[in-house]
């Protein structure tokens, strides 16, 4: 006789977690979507804004570290937290929005990688068409570094409350596939 923790999981048993109602995920998906708009507004005026007053200092950086040491090596240590924070904090969003608004790029690497792929075009849109700023490599890593914050910390319990995964069937509950008939 198995014992209850070894039995199968039914649709019926407290175990199960339940999403929340239809009316719920509906709005929450509404507003998800909705912040994740304004934030895609705020951070084209953030990153793409041109700065012609920066075009001499501005260059590109493609080796992952180099913005870091200069952010450090600045005198005030609140330049260097205003630029590593800030990279940092315009990633939360998206590992809080993403999962809730794109169900299928629940999971830490899909929204890392998503994360990766939006701040990279943002990174290669400022380094070719923006005058003053240019492509940082390091941004993409503390932009990315941010988004998994906010996918441990908020994205994750969200996305799950929103969006319930389908049971899974264990081996015990497949059909050897001999057995068709």
């Known amino acids: ?3 209850a923790a070894s039995r199968p999981r039914t649709v019926g ?3 199960e977690r339940h999403p929340l ?11 998800a ?7 895609a507004v705020v951070l084209a005026q953030l990153t793409l804004q041109p700065s012609p007053a920066s ?28 630029q590593i924070g800030g990279n940092i904090l315009l990633g939360v969003p998206f590992g809080i929005l993403v999962p809730v608004v794109a169900p299928r790029t629940r999971g830490i690497l899909r929204v890392l ?31 990315t570094t941010g988004a998994l914050i906010g996918y441990l910390l908020l994205g994750r319990r969200l996305s799950r409350a ?5 049971p899974r069937r264990g081996r015990a509950d497949r059909k050897p596939s001999a057995e068709k008939a």
């Open 162 to 166: 929103v969006h319930a995964r389908r």
């Open 55 to 82: 075009e001499a200092l501005t260059h590109t950086n493609l080796r992952p570290g180099d913005s870091l040491k200069a952010y450090l090596d600045q005198p005030e240590l609140r330049d260097a937290v205003r």
């Open 21 to 31: 109602p239809l009316p719920v995920r509906l709005l929450a998906t509404l507003c």
């Open 1 to 3: 006789m198995a014992s």
């Open 113 to 143: 990688l998503m994360t990766s792929i939006v701040m990279l075009l943002v990174e290669f849109a400022q380094g070719a068409l923006v005058t003053g700023r240019a492509f940082d490599i390091d941004d993409v890593i503390l932009n």
């Open 13 to 15: 048993s407290r175990n």
């Open 33 to 39: 979507f909705t912040f994740m708009v304004a934030f």
